[in-house]
C-alpha cells in the first residue's frame, strides 16, 4: 500500500489544552510518523503513514482533547518524505492566536483517579494538574503563556516533574501548572487570627471537622475564596447570612457529585453535562417537590424553597478531597467578599474583609493572578444559558463575523463585565460586579489592563453606555484621550450582544427587557421592541412609562412603585381592601403620591423590571429588595407554583401610537386588584401575569412582522433571565409564525453588555449607517 503524507491545520481553541501530547499519543498509537507543532494559536499536524490510520487520526482530531474546540481542520496533500518517527517540534510563536489562553478547568477523571490511589505519587494531592485540567486564567500574568509568566513560577518543578513536563508521550508534557507533593503549593489551615493549625492533608480532615460543627470557613480555590458551611446546619447557614450581611439572595450549594445533586433536585440530561462539564458553573437546578430519603435536610435559608437550587459541583482537588467522605453531603459555597465587593484572592485580603465571618482560613500558596468568580448557568427552552459568564469560560474568545479595529467596551454599571476585539474576535472578561464602589472599579481598571495587555489589543475606539452618569461612562471619558468614543444606548447594545453569540447580523426584532437601562430621549427605559441590527435600530414599541417615585428609593422597595403605578393606573385601589395597603403608613403613602402628582424627583420608565416589582409587591411577595432582581425572582418562583391552566386571565393593552406600539399595564394592573379582592390564589394571579406579559409581548412583534419587519425576534436582557416568561413568549411567538432566539452563550443581562457594545460602535465608525442615538 502506498504511504500517504497530509498537513493537517487545526483551528480554534487549540493551545494549552494539550493539544500537541493529544495528537504526539494517538499519532504513535496509530503507528504513524510526522511532527505536531503550535503556531500562531493554530496546531500543524503532519502525519505520513498508511489511509487507515490517517483517517483515524482526523476523525481524533476533529474532537480534539477535552478542553479543546476545535473549529476547523484543514487537510493538504504532501509528497511523502519516508519519515519514520514522530516529533513534537518547538514552538514558531505562542501567541497572538485565538484561544492562546485557556480558561480555568475542573480537575479531570485521569487526575483525580491518581489522586485517589495510594501508590500514585500525587496520592491526596491537593494540587494536583495537567494539560486537561487545572487552573489557567487564574494564574497567568503574561503571554506566551509557560510557567514562568505564571504565578507557578514560585513553585521549582522538581526532577520528576520535569521530566513529566519534557516527555511528549506524558499527558504533562508541557503542563505548565505542573506540581507534585514534592514541589507544588502548600495548602493549610489558619484560625480566625491567623496562626496556623495544620498543613496539607491534616488541614483538609481538620478544615471538614470544623465544617460539620458548624464553623464557617474561608476556603481558597481557584479564582478566590469561597465562604463555606455546612449546608445541613441551619445555624451556620443562618449565621453565613447574617454576618455576611446577604439576608435574602440565595446562595449555591456544592455536593460530591450528581448522584448527590439528584437527591435534592431534578436533573435533565442537558442540566448534568452542564453540571459535570470542565467549566464547572453554578447550574440553577429545579427542586425535587420532595427530598429523597436518608438524605439530610438543606437548611431553609440556603435558598427560597420554591425557587431552583444553585448547585456546583467540586472543581478543585480540594473540594473533592473535602467532599469525599459522606460527610458534609452539600456545603454552602458563597463569593468570599465583603457586600458588593470583588472577591478577595489572597489571605491578608480575606484576614481582613472576611475576618468576622471565618472561624477559619483554608488557604494555600499558589497566588492568584485574575480573580474569576463562579459562573453561573441554567438550562431555559432546551439551551444552556450562561447567566454570569466568567470562571471556565473566561477569556475564550467569542467569534465575530466581521473585522473590528482594536476595541474597549466597558459595559454599563450592574454585574459588569468589559470587553476587548480586535479582527474577528472579542473577549469578554470575567465577571466584575457592580461597579458602583471604588474597590470594584479598581477592579475594573486591573480587569481592562489586563485584557488589553494578554489580547494584545491598544484600543483604538472606546465603547461605553449612553448614562452620562455612570462610573463606567466616565472611564471612557477618561480613556478616550487620542481615541475614539462611542456611546452606546444600553438596549440595543443587549440586542446587539446576543445577536453577535447567536452569529445572527441581519435585521431582527428584538425583545429587550431588563431592570434599567437610559434612553435616548433621557427617560429610563427597560421593556423595549427595538428593530434593527448593529447598524442601527428604531425603538417599535414599549411598556407605557410610568413614574418612579424617588427613582433609587423605588428601586430599593417595590412596595413604593406598586403604590404609584396603582395610583395612576387604577384610581380605585386607593379605597380597595388590599393587603398592601396594611403593610404601608399612611405618610409614605401620601409622599410616594405627592411625589407621583408633581412630578418632582420621579423619573419616567418603560422598564419591565418594575412593572415586575409593583407586581410582586402587590401580591404581597416582596416589598422591598435587598439584590437585584429579588422581586422579580420571587414572583416568579411564585408563578411556579400555579398549577397547569389555573393561571388567572389577565391583560395588558396595546395602544397603537404615530411610529410604535405602547403596552399599557393598566387592565393588568386593575385584573390584579380585583383577583386579590376575589380572593383568586395569589400564585394563579403571577402566572396569569407572566402570561399576559409574554402575550402582549408576543402581539407586538407580529404587528411588527406584518407591518413588514423581521420574523426573527431575540429575547433579551435580563428579565429574561425568567424562565417562565422566557417560555410563554418564545411559545407564543411560535405559535405567531415567528422565529423567537432564546437565551444562550453569551449573559443576556448587563455582562453581556460590552459585546453589543463593540459591534455598534464598530458599525458606527465604519458602517453605512449611524447607530442609534
Ligand atoms: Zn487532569
Ligand atoms: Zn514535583
Ligand atoms: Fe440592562
Not at 491578608?348 to 499558589?366: K, N, Q, V, Y
Not at 468589559?418 to 479582527?423: L, T, Y
Not at 417599535?540 to 428609593?553: F, N, T
Not at 395569589?682 to 412582522?705: I, K
Request: hydrophobic share 40%; net charge neutral.
Amino acid at each position: 500500500m502506498r504511504l500517504r503524507r497530509v498537513h493537517i491545520l487545526v483551528e480554534g481553541v487549540v493551545q494549552g489544552v494539550g493539544f500537541r501530547p493529544f495528537v504526539y499519543r494517538h499519532a504513535v498509537r496509530l503507528g504513524l510518523a510526522g511532527s505536531v507543532l503550535n503556531s500562531s494559536g493554530c496546531v500543524e499536524v503532519e502525519v505520513e503513514g498508511h489511509d487507515g490510520p490517517i483517517q483515524s487520526l482526523i476523525g481524533v482530531l476533529r474532537a480534539g482533547p477535552r478542553n479543546a474546540q476545535v473549529r476547523s481542520l484543514t487537510v493538504r496533500e504532501r509528497p511523502a518524505t519516508g519519515e519514520s518517527a514522530f516529533l513534537v517540534v518547538e514552538s514558531r510563536t505562542s501567541s497572538g492566536g485565538e484561544g492562546t489562553i485557556s480558561p480555568d478547568g475542573a480537575t479531570c477523571e485521569r487526575c483525580l483517579a491518581e489522586m485517589t490511589d495510594p501508590s500514585d505519587r500525587r496520592h491526596d494531592h491537593p494540587f494536583i494538574n495537567c494539560t486537561d485540567c487545572g487552573p489557567r486564567f487564574s494564574v497567568i500574568e503574561s503571554l506566551p503563556y509557560d510557567r514562568t509568566r505564571t504565578t507557578m513560577r514560585e513553585f521549582e518543578m522538581c526532577p520528576d516533574c520535569g521530566r513529566e513536563y519534557e516527555d511528549p508521550a506524558n499527558r504533562r508534557f508541557h503542563a505548565e501548572a505542573t506540581a507534585c507533593p514534592d514541589c507544588g503549593p502548600t495548602l493549610s489551615l489558619l484560625s480566625a487570627a491567623g496562626s496556623v493549625l495544620s498543613t496539607s492533608m491534616e488541614a483538609i480532615e481538620q478544615a471538614r471537622q470544623m465544617l460539620l460543627t458548624g464553623r464557617i470557613l474561608a476556603i481558597k480555590g481557584i479564582g478566590g475564596f469561597h465562604l463555606a458551611c455546612d449546608a445541613t446546619r441551619h445555624d451556620a447557614v443562618a449565621t453565613l447570612r447574617r454576618l455576611k450581611p446577604r439576608p435574602d439572595r440565595p446562595m449555591a450549594v456544592m455536593c460530591r457529585d450528581v448522584a448527590a445533586a439528584r437527591q435534592q433536585c431534578l436533573i435533565s440530561e442537558t442540566e448534568e453535562r452542564l453540571l459535570c462539564g470542565p467549566q464547572r458553573p453554578i447550574v440553577l437546578l429545579e427542586r425535587r417537590p420532595v427530598q429523597a430519603d436518608g438524605w439530610p435536610a438543606l437548611s431553609p435559608a440556603v435558598a427560597h424553597r420554591n425557587g431552583p437550587l444553585g448547585v456546583i459541583l467540586p472543581y478543585t482537588p480540594v473540594h473533592h478531597v473535602l467532599l469525599a467522605p459522606q460527610r458534609p453531603a452539600w456545603l454552602v459555597m458563597t463569593s468570599g467578599n465583603p457586600s458588593g465587593e470583588p472577591i478577595c484572592t489572597e489571605i491578608a485580603e480575606a484576614m481582613s474583609a472576611l475576618g468576622g465571618i471565618a472561624d477559619g482560613f483554608l488557604d494555600h500558596d499558589r497566588r492568584i493572578s485574575n480573580r474569576c468568580d463562579d459562573s453561573v448557568a441554567m438550562v431555559s427552552c432546551g439551551r444552556v444559558a450562561v447567566t454570569r459568564r466568567s470562571r471556565g469560560f473566561v477569556p475564550l474568545p467569542v467569534r465575530l463575523d466581521r473585522r473590528v479595529e482594536p476595541t474597549l467596551a466597558l459595559g454599563a454599571m450592574l454585574s459588569n463585565t468589559i470587553a476587548v476585539a480586535r479582527d474577528r474576535r472579542a473577549c469578554l472578561s470575567q465577571h466584575i460586579g457592580d461597579v458602583d464602589n471604588r474597590a470594584t472599579l479598581s477592579f475594573m481598571r486591573e480587569t481592562i489592563d489586563r485584557f488589553c495587555q494578554l489580547t494584545g489589543v491598544d484600543p483604538v475606539i472606546v465603547a461605553h453606555d449612553l448614562h452620562p452618569d455612570l462610573e463606567s461612562t466616565r472611564l471612557a471619558h477618561e480613556l478616550s484621550t487620542g481615541r475614539r468614543r462611542v456611546a452606546v444606548q444600553h438596549h440595543h447594545a443587549h440586542l446587539v450582544a446576543a445577536m453577535t453569540a447567536e452569529g445572527i447580523a441581519e435585521q431582527v426584532q428584538g425583545l429587550v427587557l431588563d431592570g434599567t437601562g437610559y434612553g435616548t430621549d433621557g427617560t429610563i427605559w427597560g421593556c423595549e421592541l427595538l428593530v434593527g441590527s448593529a447598524s442601527g435600530c428604531e425603538r417599535a414599541g414599549h411598556l407605557r412609562p410610568l413614574p418612579l417615585p424617588g427613582g433609587e428609593a423605588a428601586i430599593r422597595r417595590p412596595l413604593r412603585t406598586a403604590a404609584a403605578y396603582l395610583h395612576v393606573l387604577v384610581p380605585g385601589a386607593a379605597s380597595a381592601p388590599l393587603g398592601l395597603w396594611r403593610r404601608v403608613s399612611r405618610s409614605e403613602l401620601e409622599i410616594v403620591r405627592r411625589l407621583v402628582d408633581r412630578g418632582f424627583n420621579t423619573p419616567m420608565t418603560s422598564s419591565a423590571g418594575r412593572l415586575f416589582d409593583a407586581v410582586s409587591s402587590l401580591l404581597g411577595v416582596c416589598d422591598d429588595v435587598t439584590y437585584e432582581g429579588q422581586a422579580a425572582i420571587e414572583l416568579e418562583n411564585l408563578a411556579s407554583t400555579c398549577p397547569t391552566g389555573r393561571a388567572a386571565p389577565l391583560r395588558l393593552r396595546s395602544t397603537f401610537l404615530a411610529d410604535r406600539i405602547m403596552l399599557d399595564p393598566a387592565p393588568l394592573m386593575a385584573g390584579i386588584v380585583t383577583g386579590l379582592i376575589e380572593g383568586e390564589d395569589p400564585a394563579c394571579l403571577a402566572a396569569g401575569f407572566h402570561q399576559a406579559l409574554a402575550d402582549a409581548l408576543t402581539a407586538a412583534c407580529r404587528s411588527v412582522h406584518e407591518a413588514g419587519g423581521p420574523d426573527t425576534v431575540v429575547l433579551c436582557g435580563g428579565a429574561f433571565q425568567n424562565r417562565i416568561l422566557t417560555r410563554m413568549t418564545s411559545l407564543g411567538l411560535e405559535r405567531a409564525g415567528l422565529h423567537p432566539v432564546t437565551p444562550g452563550p453569551i449573559p443576556i443581562n448587563d455582562g453581556g453588555l460590552a459585546l453589543g457594545q463593540i459591534m455598534i460602535a464598530h458599525e458606527a465608525i465604519h458602517g453605512r449607517r449611524p447607530a442609534m442615538e
